[in-house]
């Protein structure tokens, strides 16, 4: 069975920063590209970050680029997410999710993640 348990989130004034953390279990954790997901209320869940499997390459939403980071240690079977120079607009609940497939590039699409965290809520003040 594969948890995946998120941490981290709070609120925040606007400019300030967060580091939110998803452990992972129940699967071989150094295989899969993970993502990072976010959902506002009243609005679809969106791509926010992803990691390939081995950590050699990331891709973003272009409304995070350059101010979060994705990163992950498969020692510690955890993915990341620092949140920096933090907008109102971020305020979300943020999920993490696990690839379906092995050794994959990273993809956008939610449909591709079969496993999903319970999400932790970031709220940024203005």
């Known amino acids: 069975q594969v948890q995946l348990v998120e941490s981290g989130g709070g609120l925040v004034q606007a400019g300030g920063s967060l580091r939110l953390s998803c452990a992972a279990s129940g699967r071989t954790f150094s295989s899969y590209a993970m993502g990072w997901f976010r959902q506002a209320p009243g609005k679809e869940r969106e791509f926010v970050a992803g990691?390939?499997?081995?950590?050699?390459?990331?891709y973003y939403a272009d409304s995070v680029k350059g101010r979060f980071t994705i990163s992950r240690d498969n020692a510690k079977n955890t993915v990341y997410l620092q949140m920096n120079s933090l907008k109102p607009e971020d305020t979300a609940v943020y999920y993490c999710?696990?690839?379906?497939?092995?050794?994959?590039?990273?993809?956008?699409?939610?449909?591709?993640?079969?496993?999903w965290g319970q999400g932790t809520q970031v709220t940024v003040s203005s």
């Open positions: 990691i390939n499997w081995s950590g050699g390459s990331t």
């Open positions: 999710a696990v690839d379906r497939e092995r050794l994959s590039i990273v993809v956008t699409t939610r449909a591709r993640y079969d496993y």
